[in-house]
């Protein structure tokens, strides 16, 4: 039974719940003018009927996380039953070792994100809130959806079909917030 007052619950209990949803992945990309980056995305949603608005969150751990604090634009994705290998380039290396955009083909897109030409169903938007709670490893970023493609029906790839992936980063290697500010 969880405590009200702290969130407090058995261990693995949220773990086990979301394995019934098995989220359908994306990959986020974004750019701040300087950098680009990108990285496999699991925590995301529509949030919102009128007006519209997407939800996503992004680990603290990834490069992603630190481009977008600094980016307008973000695009969502969709990956496909076949796009097993760019889900292990994104979600599987690090932007802070890999350049993973000189591994696939990409275009520019609105605000200068890069889109993933070989993922064509996909939501570009507009950064307008943001929710970074201090102890949270995730931070959730709300979009005005600018594009909206869907190219034709596919099969989306799941959690579930993705457990031979190890993450780039651990959760727990996301950066001291002191460490943003350099």
């Given at each position: 039974m969880a405590d009200d007052r702290t969130g407090e619950h058995e261990e693995g209990a949220l773990d086990a719940f979301g394995a019934h949803t098995d989220a359908a992945l994306t990959i986020v990309t974004t750019a701040d003018g300087v950098e680009r980056s990108g990285c496999l995305v699991g925590f995301h949603s529509q949030c919102s009927i009128g007006p519209d608005r997407y939800a996503l969150w992004l680990s603290k751990a990834n490069r992603t996380y630190r481009v977008?604090?600094?980016?307008?634009?973000?695009?969502?994705?969709?990956?496909?039953?076949?796009?097993?290998?760019?889900?292990?380039?994104?979600?599987g290396t690090s932007g802070d070792e890999v350049d993973?955009?000189?591994?696939?083909?990409?275009?520019?897109?609105?605000g200068g994100?890069?889109?993933?030409?070989?993922?064509?169903?996909?939501?570009?938007?507009?950064?307008?809130?943001?929710?970074?709670?201090?102890?949270?490893?995730?931070?959730?970023?709300?979009?005005v959806p600018d594009?909206?493609?869907?190219?034709?029906?596919?099969?989306?790839?799941r959690l579930s079909?993705?457990?031979?992936?190890?993450?780039g980063h651990d959760a727990s290697d996301r950066p001291v917030p002191s460490t943003l500010d350099a």
């Amino acid at each position: 039974m969880a405590d009200d007052r702290t969130g407090e619950h058995e261990e693995g209990a949220l773990d086990a719940f979301g394995a019934h949803t098995d989220a359908a992945l994306t990959i986020v990309t974004t750019a701040d003018g300087v950098e680009r980056s990108g990285c496999l995305v699991g925590f995301h949603s529509q949030c919102s009927i009128g007006p519209d608005r997407y939800a996503l969150w992004l680990s603290k751990a990834n490069r992603t996380y630190r481009v977008a604090m600094f980016a307008e634009h973000l695009a969502v994705h969709l990956l496909g039953t076949g796009d097993h290998e760019l889900a292990r380039l994104f979600g599987g290396t690090s932007g802070d070792e890999v350049d993973k955009f000189a591994r696939c083909a990409w275009t520019t897109g609105p605000g200068g994100v890069p889109l993933l030409d070989d993922l064509p169903n996909r939501l570009v938007g507009r950064r307008v809130s943001l929710l970074d709670e201090q102890d949270c490893d995730h931070v959730c970023i709300v979009l005005v959806p600018d594009v909206v493609e869907t190219t034709s029906p596919f099969e989306p790839l799941r959690l579930s079909m993705v457990d031979d992936l190890d993450p780039g980063h651990d959760a727990s290697d996301r950066p001291v917030p002191s460490t943003l500010d350099a």
